[in-house]
C-alpha cells in the first residue's frame, strides 16, 4: 500500500496524485459520471462558458479585489500552497480577497478556476478554519464542479420556456428538486476535501457552528448542535416533511445543522481512514469511463442507505426517485458503453 507524504512542519498527511472520487460523495460522483459520459460535452460547455463570463470574471476579481500572494495576506498564501500541496493540485488556482460582510467563498471559472472569499469569511474564522474552507473550494476545482454546476444552472434556465400546466409543473418541480439535490451533495463532497486538507474534525466543526449562528464556538455545546440534525431527521408529519422539502427545494447549499452532521459522520468512518492511511484511488490509475456504472449504482445505494437511516415519511419517496434516475443512467450506459469498457468496480 502506498503511504501518503507527510509535511515536517505540521504532521499532516500530503496525498500524491488523489482522485477526486476519494472524497466525492456516491449521489455527487453518479452525477458527475453521467456528464462525464457526454462525448465532448464539458470541453464545449467550458468554452462557451468561459468566452462569455470567465475572462470578465477574472478582470473584476483582478481589479476589484486583492491577490493573495508572499506579501498579500501572506497567512492566506501559505494555506493555499499547502491546501494545493495536500491534493496534488496544479496548477496553483488563484486565490482573492473581496470586501463583503456576507461570510461567503466560492470558486469561479472553468478553464482557470479561481477562489474567492469575503473579508467577513476571513475575519470570522481562525488558521485551522480557513483551511477547511480554502481545501473545500479546491475541492470543487479538482472536481471539475465548475462544468458540472453550469450544467445544471443552464438546465434550470429552461423552466421559463416550459409550459406550466399542472401536470408538467409537477414534473419540473421534482427535477429540479433533483438536480438542487446532486447539487447539494456536491458541497457535502467538497466539505470532505476540506477535511483532508485540515485533518482536524474540530476545526470544520467550529467552520459550521460559525455558518449556522454561532459567535462563539465556545459558547455552543457542540453535542447538541449536532442532535440537532438527529431531531431533524427523524420528524414523522408529512407535514414536516413537506415543510422541510419547501425548505430546501431551491437550495444550493446543504442546510448547516445537517451539513456538520453529516461531515462529522464521514470524518469517524473507515473510508476516511483508510485515505489518511495512503489508501486511497489514484488520477494517474484512472481510465475514461472506468467504474462508471458502479458510481450511478453508488449514487442509488447511498439513496437506500438515506431512507434505511431516517423516519421521515418522505424521504423514501425521494430516494426513490434518486435511486431510479440512477438506474435508468446505468441501464443507459449499459447500452451505450463502448465495447471493452469497465463497469464493476474501479480498484487502484
Not at 224 to 248: C, H
Not at 338 to 348: E, H, L, Q, V
Request: with cysteine; proline share 5%.
Amino acid at each position: 500500500m502506498a503511504r501518503p507524504l507527510t509535511t515536517a512542519s505540521s504532521g499532516r498527511m500530503r496525498f500524491p496524485d488523489i482522485s477526486p472520487r476519494a472524497y466525492e460523495h456516491p449521489v455527487d460522483r453518479g452525477a458527475l459520471a453521467t456528464l462525464r459520459m457526454v462525448p465532448g460535452f464539458a470541453e464545449v460547455l467550458k468554452v462557451v462558458t468561459g468566452f462569455f463570463h470567465e475572462r470578465g470574471e477574472h478582470l473584476m476579481a483582478l481589479s476589484s479585489a486583492v491577490r493573495v500572494g508572499p506579501t498579500q495576506y501572506p497567512e492566506l498564501h501559505e494555506i493555499r500552497t499547502d491546501c494545493a500541496d495536500t491534493l496534488g493540485l496544479d496548477p496553483l488556482p488563484d486565490l482573492y480577497v473581496t470586501r463583503e460582510a456576507e461570510p461567503n467563498a466560492m470558486t469561479i471559472g472553468m478553464e482557470t478556476p479561481f477562489v474567492v472569499l469575503t473579508t467577513g469569511l476571513v475575519e470570522l474564522l481562525d488558521v485551522d478554519s480557513l483551511r477547511f474552507v480554502v481545501g473545500h473550494e479546491f475541492g470543487h476545482v479538482l472536481s471539475g464542479h465548475a462544468v458540472y454546476r453550469t450544467m445544471l444552472l443552464r438546465l434550470l434556465d429552461l423552466r421559463s420556456t416550459l409550459s406550466w400546466t399542472p401536470m408538467s409543473a409537477f414534473g419540473l418541480r421534482a427535477v429540479i428538486g433533483a438536480l438542487n439535490e446532486w447539487f447539494r451533495k456536491s458541497e457535502l463532497s467538497c466539505d470532505r476535501a476540506g477535511l483532508l486538507c485540515g485533518q482536524d474534525p474540530a476545526a470544520a466543526l467550529r467552520t459550521h457552528v460559525l455558518m449556522a449562528g454561532g459567535i462563539d464556538p465556545a459558547r455552543v455545546d457542540l453535542e447538541a448542535f449536532l442532535r440537532q440534525a438527529d431531531e431533524y431527521d427523524s420528524v414523522e408529519s408529512v407535514r414536516d416533511s413537506i415543510a422541510k422539502l419547501r425548505n430546501v427545494e431551491l437550495l444550493s447549499h446543504p442546510l448547516a445543522v445537517v451539513r456538520a452532521a453529516q461531515l462529522q459522520k464521514w470524518a469517524a468512518s473507515g473510508e476516511y481512514r483508510a485515505i489518511l492511511a495512503g489508501d486511497y484511488p489514484r488520477r494517474d490509475a484512472e481510465a475514461p469511463h472506468r467504474g462508471w456504472a458502479e458510481d450511478v449504482k453508488s449514487a442509488a445505494r447511498s439513496y437506500r442507505e438515506s431512507f434505511a437511516s431516517s423516519a421521515d415519511p418522505l424521504t423514501k419517496v425521494f430516494s426513490d426517485v434518486g435511486e431510479a434516475v440512477s438506474g435508468a443512467a446505468g441501464s443507459l450506459w449499459s447500452k451505450l458503453a463502448p465495447r471493452g469498457s469497465t463497469d464493476g468496480d474501479d480498484r487502484r
